[in-house]
Structure formats: structure tokens, C-alpha cells
């Protein structure tokens, strides 16, 4: 099996006769907070990754409309976007892949969240998109596939097509035709995820350059694998069993572990804000007084708390910056 | 070749007659600042490290002075210390190791330095009273032998036993007596350090509990190992050649290696203060800008900068904090 490109990776999931576009579709995916990160690619432009990953969706997301239109037009939460900037080329160069030239979209696509703060907004965008571009040309593409094709956009939104509990498996195909998500078989109503919004500014450092120099330059990447197949065991057992302090110590600890891999690369790389410090000590603070949260970090300043529902209202009181919701999709 | 114990080892070093005491000694040790570090034990009685390290010393240190006198007293610093205190503890139990039981002491020891914020004043301490001791019971040591003592105090203080670069040798006996560091045959005057003090606060866990989380508990700590002995050999070519952009880097991703291994520990280990990510990001600003300044961190929010003598009066108008030191010993 050869590596392919993104092209023919799409070219072997639809064919390559062109499908009539409809009028309008629209889609909705929600944004994913990985319980056991994916950190480092074995293929850089197919995104696939050097670990499988495990996730959780939000009932927050991207909602994505395209519309036939007489020439292309981007509009991102209400504001119209200039064709020649990155996130739009990033956008319409996914679109090319699916359209013939004379093809031309309106696409309005409306994030629930901050864009580009490490809250995955990237994840539910382009997995938002391939739903939106799979209704309109009518591709009816099975959930793998859909999967498969969001992955090319971006990698974790091969989770974000899906609500509840996700792996993406690593897959060993040169192709990446085996390195798809799909949910779990496990529901757990009560376990609840808060934002801690620390900063909204946009990184630094996008993660696909972080994760790039990590892998290139962290003397302790090389630990990393062994590390995400051991957390994904323990991480499913936890699941499995709702033992929730199980869940909690892995997520935390496997966060933990994915920046100290990106600290120990040359350049470092730290996505911790001051704020940041002072948020992860007090949540610490708050276990040791009996309070029991841990909390995940993705490439971002930001923090997403997990703890059970019985807890919400005493943690609302303690961080009044926090944004709580249930895992399941309303 | 069997473990010892301490006693067994200063035994095996000065035998077991009793030395006659002197009146009075006193002595002094500096302050070493590793620019390769030394985290993780293979014995933890013994301090035997898992690794090799190197270290410069500064003009900074510890002034330690004993006396015969008719019971143990100890002054840190100009205050009268209890003796029930786990500080007064450690330095008896040590003093414990060389004397009978109707040799008492009055012992001064004053540091040039904050005691417990990371500025390895437990080395040049266990160091300065190490010479002491062997200039009290007129114990004729000779620096390998004083290098292996100094270390069941402390295993840093191996190295503070001597000025300008130097290398603990990890060793592999068992007993420890192959573990002992010696200066380097090399001098770079113009190779100047900086302590930035974040703060003098006592640290929130010891290095010695710290060390030993991480070697049970962080998933990376297992590529620690050989990234110090490819840290060694590139730090020894940089201080041969004099070339300080590789001195600098490698000391600087070094320290955060070790730091990230730490993160990785569960519970995760986290000296950074909030202030010492903005110090990170200001020096890493500066570097953009032009100035060659780099930094090492120990266990502790303290940070040291590594820079060379033309740009000391740069670096003290950019950073007002800043104690800054030529590396010879005065």
C-alpha cells in the first residue's frame, strides 16, 4: 500500500464522477476534548497520527451552511472572511477536494466557541464541513468514511463526527484507509466537562507546528507512545466501570504528560499562561480539600475541568470564570 | 561489591579510629549551578545518581565554621537554630557520621544565598561542612574522597566541593566509591550567571521527594537518562570549543527536560511560579531581539541566566532583578 495524497485519498472513498450538487446543506459537529491526547503525525499531510486517541464531544460546536452561489464566499460567525487569508484557504482547499471548478459555494460557518484558543474549533470545523459537503453532493458516505475525510482537514475532527466517548484509531496503513474515530458503546450521563476560559487570544503556535517541532526536537517524545497505550487500557477500563477517579488522574496526567513533551523540545514550547499556573494550583488545591476535579489542557492556554454533575453548583461557586456542560448531546 | 551504608562508607574511607578533634575549623563551598542536571537516584541512602552531571560554580557559597564546645549548638545565618528541626537534623546526622559521641560541636554556618528556594544551598551547606570536618579531625582527605562524603549529605554537594567546571561521575559500584565528582581542565572567564530571583519562598516539596516521584511516576522519565549522556558530551564539546550558543541551548533544554519530566509525574511536580513563565517568556523575547541569554532552572521557581560578560550591562538595565556573577571563585 502506497501513501497516498489527500486527493486520492478522497478519490478512493467517493470515485471520481462528479455528484450534482444541491442547492443548500447544513451540518452541525461538536467540539471534542481529548482524554487521551493526539500528539505527533506519521504523515504529516494525511494527518495521520503516531497514537490512537480517546475523546469526549461537547454539546458545543461548529454549525456549517453551503449554499450554491455564483462565486465563493466565506462568512465565519456573522463576519464575512477574506478569501486570501489562511483560515480560508485552509477551508477552501479541503472544499477542492470534493468540487469540479465550476462548483462555487457560500459557506457560513458559526463556532459556539473561541476560534483558535485551543478549544478544538478546528476539530468541529472541519468535521462539520465534510457533513455539510457529504449532504450537499449527496456523497452518502458511511460514518468511517465521513471520519476518514475530516481527518484530512484536520485530525482530531476524525472524533468530532461523532457525540459521547470516541477512539480514533492510529491505524497502520501507509493510506490511512484504517485510521478513522468511532464512539464507544458507553454513556456516562453525570460525568460533566467545564471550560475555564484563561485566554481567548489566538495561540502562539498552531499545534500542527507544535506537534511537528515536538516530535522533531523533545528528547522525551520518544516516551510517548508507550504512554498513550497504556492511558488508552486504563482509560477504557474507566469508562467501562464509571470509576471516575480512574478517568480523572489518566486525563490529567496524559495532559500533563503531552505538554511536558512539547516543554522539553527545542525551542520550548509552553502554552501555559501565568494564569495558567495559577489555575492548575488551584484546582489542586480544591482536590486536596476533598473537591474531586482534575482537568485536561489541550495546545492552549486554556483548562477544561472534568468532574461528576452532583459537583457543578459548589464548582460554579469556586471559579466563577467557568463554563459547565453535560456531556450529551441536548 | 555489597551496598553500605553512610557510616559503613565514611568508615570505608577514614577507617574507624577515633580522629583527634581540633579546637576550631571553618571553611567554605560554592554554590553550584548544573548546566547538566542530576535527577533521579539509584540509591537513595547513598544519593548514588542515575546519571552523570556538570555543574559551574560561583563566587557564591557557604561559610561554615565548627568549635569544640560544651554541647551542640547551631547558628544559620546569625539565628540560633532548635535542634529538633529536620534542617538542625540533617547536619547532625551528618557530623554524626565522623565523630564520637563526647565530641561536641558549636557550628556556624552562613549562606550567601536564600536557604530552600532552589539555589542549592544544601550543596555548598553539606560541602563547606564536609571540608570542615575534614579540617577539624584533621582527616587529610583528598578531594575524590571529600567529593564522595560530601555527597551522602547531599548529592549535589559532590560537585561543591570545587571551583569552575565541574563533573559528577555517576559511577556503578554499588558501594558508591566509583561516585564522585572533579573539576573539569577548563576555564571560560567571560561565561557569566545570573540569579534571578522569583522568589525566596521555601519550595512546596524538597528536591529529594520530588526526584523520587518522578523516577516512580512519570511515564518520560525513562528517556531521561539518555538524553543527559547526549547533553554530557555535546555540554563538554561547547566548554572545549568555547561555543556558547551551544553551552546555552544545551543547559537551557536540558533544565526543561527535567522540568517535564517532573510535569509528567502524578501528582504532577510544578515549581514554575506564575512569575516564572513571564521570566521564560522575557528571556525568550530578549533572545528574538538580539540577546544572546539563555537560562537553567533547578528545583525551584529561581532562574538562572547564562550569558556572557559583554552584555552584563544589557541584560542588568533590561532585567532589574538580576544578581549577576563572574564564574571565578574571587
Redesign the interface.
Known amino acids: 500500500v502506497h501513501a497516498l495524497n489527500k486527493k486520492e485519498t478522497v478519490q478512493a472513498l467517493i470515485g471520481t464522477k462528479n455528484y450534482e450538487p444541491k442547492n443548500s446543506a447544513s451540518s452541525f459537529a461538536p467540539v471534542n476534548i481529548a482524554l487521551v491526547k493526539y500528539w505527533g503525525k506519521r504523515n504529516s499531510e494525511l494527518n495521520l497520527p503516531v497514537t490512537s486517541s480517546l475523546s469526549l464531544s461537547l454539546p458545543l460546536g461548529t454549525h456549517t451552511s453551503l449554499k450554491a452561489h455564483s462565486k465563493d464566499l466565506l462568512f465565519l460567525n456573522g463576519k464575512q472572511v477574506d478569501l486570501q487569508t489562511s483560515f480560508a484557504k485552509k477551508l477552501f482547499d479541503f472544499v477542492d477536494l470534493f468540487r469540479d471548478k465550476k462548483t462555487t459555494l457560500f459557506i457560513e460557518t458559526k463556532n459556539d466557541i473561541p476560534t483558535g484558543a485551543g478549544l478544538a474549533s478546528s476539530a468541529s470545523g472541519f468535521a462539520a464541513l465534510t457533513l455539510a459537503l457529504n449532504d450537499f453532493f449527496s456523497l452518502q458516505l458511511s460514518p468511517k468514511e465521513l471520519s476518514i475525510l475530516a481527518r484530512l482537514g484536520s485530525g482530531s475532527a476524525s472524533r468530532s463526527l461523532f457525540s459521547g466517548f470516541v477512539q480514533w484509531h492510529k491505524g497502520v496503513r501507509d493510506d490511512g484507509l484504517d485510521s478513522y474515530a468511532e464512539p464507544l458503546d458507553a454513556r456516562w450521563d453525570d460525568l460533566s466537562i467545564g471550560l475555564w476560559i484563561i485566554s481567548d487570544k489566538t495561540k502562539p503556535i498552531d499545534s500542527r507546528q507544535a506537534m511537528q517541532n515536538t516530535v522533531e526536537s523533545?528528547?522525551?517524545y520518544?516516551?510517548?507512545p508507550?504512554?498513550v497505550s497504556?492511558d488508552l487500557s486504563v482509560m477504557k477500563e474507566a469508562i467501562k466501570t464509571h470509576n471516575f477517579s480512574l478517568l480523572g488522574?489518566t486525563a490529567?496526567?496524559n495532559a500533563?504528560?503531552m505538554?511536558?513533551?512539547m516543554?522539553?523540545a527545542?525551542?520550548?514550547i509552553?502554552y501555559?499562561?501565568?494564569?495558567?499556573?495559577?489555575a492548575?494550583?488551584k484546582i489542586?488545591q480544591l482536590r486536596k480539600d476533598g473537591l474531586e476535579v482534575y482537568f485536561t489542557m489541550d495546545a492552549g492556554p486554556n483548562i477544561k475541568l472534568l468532574f461528576l454533575e452532583k459537583d457543578r453548583k459548589t464548582l460554579e461557586s469556586q471559579l466563577p470564570n467557568l463554563h459547565t456542560h453535560s456531556n450529551s448531546i441536548p
Chains 1, 2 share one sequence.
Open positions: 523533545s528528547p522525551l520518544k516516551a510517548w508507550d504512554t497504556h488522574r490529567e496526567q500533563l504528560t505538554h511536558a513533551t516543554l522539553a527545542y525551542p520550548s509552553v501555559f499562561l501565568p494564569e495558567s499556573i495559577e492548575m494550583q489542586w
